[in-house]
């Protein structure tokens, strides 16, 4: 069975950092194109970071470009999200997706809140 399992959200202050998790179950991440999206309250969900299959290409919205890195450790079958430089505006449920012809595999999200 395809499991997607997020982690890694919390409150932070304006400014910090947190580090997002996805493990993965029922299928091997490096055969796939990952992605992480979020959605706030209120706003239609989007898209934040991708990793495509070969790690050659990544892509990042330009809300948290420079902010962001995504990356995967295909021995643990896990996709990450470090997030520096966090504003408010980043405040959302996160979550992360499997893509083959369209994003087919959602986890559950992850809350961030970014806020003193």
């Known amino acids: 069975e395809v499991q997607l399992q997020a982690s890694g959200g919390g409150l932070v202050q304006p400014g910090g950092s947190l580090r997002l998790s996805c493990a993965a179950s029922g299928f091997n991440i490096d055969d796939y194109a990952i992605g992480w999206f979020r959605q706030a309250p209120g706003k239609e969900r989007e898209g934040v970071s991708c990793?495509?299959?070969?790690?050659?290409?990544?892509y990042y919205s330009d809300s948290v470009k420079g902010r962001f890195t995504i990356s995967r450790d295909n021995g643990k079958n896990t996709l990450y999200l470090q997030m520096n430089s966090l504003k408010p505006e980043d405040t959302a449920e996160y979550y992360c997706?499997?893509?083959?012809?369209?994003?087919?595999?959602w986890g559950q999200g992850t809350q961030v809140t970014v806020s003193s």
């Open positions: 997706a499997r893509y083959t012809i369209s994003w087919d595999y």
């Open positions: 990793i495509s299959v070969s790690e050659n290409n990544t």
